[in-house]
């Protein structure tokens, strides 16, 4: 039977559940057949659209829990990572939007105010919940209101140092929260059994607590013998806990901890979440799942258990899309031959190995590759004492992860003046992940850090040329980005200026186009639009974007007009960029700059998105040849001033 069939066969319990009261009144019996029918419409529904499939297989029966425990959106439930939370949108009303999910009009792949009162978090970036849960449990024990907070961590979010900062903050407030410790990643079994539940009970017991302070404050009190004794009985309660629950990632903490308990096992994640609930204090409830659970193509993907496919064949779990050669690809191959070139190479990844490319480099150099877990600020950090110590790292991470070790890379890299290079990939617009995926900030942001150059390639051999120019730099700092799907095809340059690579040029000298990175083939098709309309135009790859190369000022000199475009936020990218080089060097050629505004634009596909934003070949070539008939109808000193105007 297909998985289409069953969903229709058996979605008689889903299709009656429109917000978690309906969960509530549900037998055990009728939870395990809810639990099987939300799993088949997952793998039918995610199949189609691309999504996150794994991570929300493993927690089907610890979000049925949850909302059976708690009353959201009075109490909040908070998702770190947002990616496993497609059960909780199932569950608050939202099926129906899953057949668009991650499209335009669709649902968003994580958390959204906008579909929801039950969605709160929306960032999607891992280890923030728990200091969100902090500041809104304050908020509420100031307020006086009795509201419960939870937060569901997992997917590795552990790993990241925000994590520790908020539980140590959380164990000093000591306000009623719940961390619900989603562990898809241990190789042990979770201790069941009637003695685990009864020292889960006991130790959640406020009447435990009295007796251990009575105890505690009786021997405290009795000379020579009483301390010492209690510190032996505290010794052996201690040791009869971690016989039966041993986590010593949870030692110490000064929250109480109950678990591990089995994830998949709804009665029993519904036992431990009440008692946490009803403690009256910070909690962790450690749930034991499997990513991709209950789906056989998910459970045996080695890799990542179909944590984020394409769309994909429901009954297989094989990809449907044509195989291609991706920049991510490139750049892994690449890397690898400079690694065997180079024996000084390292390679960092924050938990990302597969999706950058840098489990290539794993598999055949174990030993020259740290994953040190989402935790980017130490990954930047830990890169510089790499360099210190006379390696090169490569440090592979999404484009938009990288804006959280901003001081990082400004203050414990850039000043030191060491050689660190940091791969970007999904640079720019990536379309169906949504506005906090998306990679546009990179070159504005970190434009402004000193010593600090940044290449944008346009195909899959400027890819190669610059990340070995990066990697040959040794006083500074590199950033190489790139965006994510297939590579651009090969745009060979006419002839290179310095750094700058000139891709098309015409006779007439009207307009200068700086086609950032991806985008050079977009100003190839400008520049023939324009060519239509009798003007010429130029069209140069700067390579290297920061800082801005002093050739590309002196194009810029001998054309009527310089118009850029990139895929980045227009405020601080390149276009700001190279029109101040271009003051400072009394270059008063008037200036475009074409990017993305600085705005939270929704998902969609990148073309959708691309077009919103008259980011495309029409619009391009409209905008230039508009802009440079005006300078055919007016003198130069009244356009320069309308410029300004415009920039105002």
């Known amino acids: 039977m297909s998985v289409e069939e069953g969903t229709a066969n058996h979605g008689r319990l889903l299709g009656a559940v429109r917000g978690p009261q309906d969960v509530k009144r549900m037998t055990a019996e009728q939870l395990d057949i809810l639990a099987a029918e939300i799993r088949d419409f997952l793998i039918a529904k995610v199949s189609r659209t691309g999504g996150h499939v794994g991570p929300n297989l493993g927690v089907v029966e610890l979000t049925l829990a949850m909302h059976r425990v708690f009353d959201s959106p009075r109490d909040r439930l908070l998702f770190d990572t947002g990616h496993q939370a497609y059960v909780h949108k199932i569950l608050t009303g939202r099926q129906d939007g899953f057949d668009k999910l991650r499209q335009r009009g669709g649902l968003s792949g994580y958390p959204s105010q906008a579909e929801s009162e039950h969605d709160l978090i929306e960032n999607s970036h891992a280890s923030t919940a728990l200091s969100y849960a902090d500041g809104l449990a304050k908020a509420y024990a100031l307020r006086g209101e009795p509201r419960s907070v939870v937060a569901v961590v997992g ?19 000591g306000n009623p929260l719940v961390i619900v410790v989603n562990d898809n990643g241990r ?48 010794a052996v309660k201690k040791g009869i806990k971690d016989a039966v629950a041993p986590q010593a990632m949870f030692e ?68 449907l899309a044509v195989p291609s050669v991706k920049w991510t690809n490139v750049f892994a191959d690449e890397l690898v031959a400079i690694a065997d070139e180079r024996p000084d190479v390292v390679g960092i990844t924050a938990a990302m190995a597969e999706p950058t490319g840098i489990a290539t480099l794993a598999r055949k150099y174990p030993h ?5 877990g989402i935790a980017e600020q130490h990954a930047a950090t830990s890169a510089a004492g790499l360099a210190m110590g006379g390696l090169h790292p490569v ?50 942001v970190f434009g402004v850090v000193p010593g600090l150059r940044i ?134 050629v008037p200036l475009r700059d074409l990017g993305v505004p600085a705005d939270w634009h929704p998902h969609g596909t990148r073309a959708q998105i691309l077009a919103d934003l008259r980011l495309t070949a029409q619009d391009v070539a409209r905008d230039v040849t508009g802009w440079i008939s005006r300078l055919d109808a007016q003198p130069v000193e009244d356009v320069q001033r309308d410029e300004a105007g415009a920039k105002n």
């Open 155 to 173: 997917d590795g979010a552990l790993t990241g140092g925000m994590c520790w900062e908020a539980l140590n903050n959380i164990a000093t407030a």
């Open 187 to 234: 190789s042990y079994s979770p201790t069941i059994g009637g003695l685990a539940d009864h020292l889960s009970s006991l130790r959640l017991n406020p009447g435990y607590e009295k007796v251990l302070d009575t105890v505690k404050d009786a021997l405290g009190s009795t000379p020579l013998v009483g301390k010492p004794m209690y510190e032996v009985l505290h």
């Open 252 to 319: 110490d903490l000064g929250i109480k901890y109950v678990g591990p308990v089995d994830g998949h096992d709804i009665a029993a994640v519904e036992s431990s979440l009440r008692a946490a609930k009803n403690f009256g204090g910070p909690v962790i409830v450690h749930a034991v799942t499997r990513k991709g659970y209950g789906y056989r193509p998910a459970e045996e993907d080695e890799a990542d258990c179909l944590h984020g496919p394409g769309a994909f064949d429901a009954e297989t779990g094989k990809l």
């Open 368 to 372: 020259r590759v740290y994953d040190v």
């Open 395 to 444: 440090v592979a991470v999404y484009a938009t992860f990288l804006n959280r070790a901003f001081d990082q890379v400004l203050l414990d890299v850039a000043m030191h003046k060491l050689p660190v290079t940091f791969v970007l990939d999904r640079a720019g617009i990536t379309g169906p992940d949504g506005p906090s995926h998306y990679g546009i900030w990179d070159m504005s």
């Open 455 to 588: 290449a944008a390639p346009r195909d899959a051999g400027s890819l190669r040329e610059e990340l070995r120019e990066a990697i040959a730099v040794d006083d500074g700092p590199t950033i190489l980005r790139f965006p994510t799907g297939t590579v651009a095809a090969d745009l060979p340059a006419v002839r290179r200026v310095g750094t700058v690579d000139v891709l098309a040029e015409s006779a007439r000298t009207d307009v200068l186009l700086v086609a950032v990175g991806s985008f050079a083939g977009l100003g190839m098709e400008v520049a023939a639009r324009v060519a239509e309309q009798g003007y010429g135009v130029t069209v140069v790859d700067p390579r290297w974007v920061r800082p801005v190369p002093a050739e590309l000022v002196e194009l810029a000199a001998g054309h009527r007009l310089v118009v850029t475009v990139e895929d980045g936020v227009r405020v601080g990218g390149v276009g700001d960029a190279l029109a101040q080089a271009m003051r400072d060097a009394d270059v008063r």
